[in-house]
């Protein structure tokens, strides 16, 4: 099964909507490429990550397992186009979606100790729950 929106976090769902409807109101378009995924698919991301990367220990520094993973947990939504990241980049934290991953730009959770700071706060957040 592949990525939807079903199954997300309502409270992930609205804060999302409500970006992309402040973003469009500024010419913005921002959609979901990656929402929520079954445990399945994401375990068969993982078995993939691990033929790409050769070793299970290299593929999950790329691939979270089904048990740890926020797509499957219904937590995280990956954007586009390039022009929605950016635009998140610079106002999601007033919606606490921060940028996860340093090296997944399209990547975004719902933080909720996020709500009214600024992006390089949602920064150091990620950095304090991933070390």
């Not at 706060?121 to 070390?131: E, F, L, T, V």
């Amino acid at each position: 099964m592949k990525p939807t929106n079903l199954n997300l976090d309502p409270t992930l769902l609205t804060a999302f909507r409500r970006a992309a409807t402040d973003a469009a109101a500024q010419g913005v378009e921002i959609f979901v490429n990656g929402g929520w995924r079954s445990p399945e698919y994401q375990e068969w991301l993982l078995a993939e990550a691990v033929v790409r990367y050769g070793s299970a220990a290299e593929a999950a520094r790329w691939v979270a397992p089904p048990d740890t993973s926020a797509h499957v947990s219904g937590r995280a939504v990956d954007v586009g186009p390039s022009g929605a990241r950016v635009w998140l980049s610079e106002h999601g934290a007033r919606y606490r979606l921060c940028q996860f991953y340093r090296d997944e730009p399209w990547h975004y959770e719902l933080r909720l100790e996020a709500a009214g700071v600024v992006v390089r706060q949602c920064m150091r957040i990620r950095r304090r729950i991933h070390g």
